[in-house]
Nanobody, 122 residues
Framework: VQLQASGGGLVQAGGSLRLSCAAS????????MDWYRQAPGKERELVAA???????NYADSVKGRFTISRDNAKNMVYLQMNSLKPEDTAVYYC?????????????????WGQGTQVTVSS
C-alpha cells in the first residue's frame, strides 16, 4: 500500500490550495483518512480527519477555512484550503488506516504519504 500526496505550493495569504492524496495497492477498504501538518521546529499535528462514512473533524485553527473530503471509489482524500494564512505554512502529510489483501488473508496498517510543502507568504 502506498499513499501519494500532491497539490502543495506557494500561495499568498488569503489564497487557496487543494491537496490530494491517492492510495494504491491491494486495498480492501480504507477506514479513517487524515491530513496532518508539521511546521519547522514544531510537532506534527492533526489538521482534519474523515471517516469512511464521511464524518469529519477539524483542528480549531482551520475550522471554517479547510474542508476534507474523500472519494471512496478512487481511494482518494482531498483537503481544500481557503483563506490561507502564513501560519498554515508546513509540510502536509496524508494518513490512512488501510485494510489490504495479504495472500489469502486481510491485514490492516497505518500508512503515510510522503508529504507536500505548503508555503503561504504574507
Amino acid at each position: 500500500v502506498q499513499l501519494q500526496a500532491s497539490g502543495g505550493g506557494l500561495v499568498q495569504a488569503g489564497g487557496s490550495l487543494r491537496l490530494s492524496c491517492a492510495a494504491s495497492g491491494s486495498i480492501f477498504s480504507i477506514n479513517a483518512m487524515d491530513w496532518y501538518r508539521q511546521a519547522p521546529g514544531k510537532e506534527r499535528e492533526l489538521v482534519a480527519a474523515i471517516t469512511s462514512g464521511g464524518s469529519t473533524n477539524y483542528a480549531d485553527s482551520v475550522k471554517g477555512r479547510f474542508t476534507i473530503s474523500r472519494d471512496n471509489a478512487k481511494n482518494m482524500v482531498y483537503l481544500q484550503m481557503n483563506s490561507l494564512k502564513p501560519e498554515d505554512t508546513a509540510v502536509y502529510y496524508c494518513n490512512a488506516v488501510v485494510t489490504f489483501y495479504s495472500g489469502s488473508y486481510l491485514n490492516s496498517g497505518d500508512y503515510w504519504g510522503q508529504g507536500t510543502q505548503v508555503t503561504v507568504s504574507s
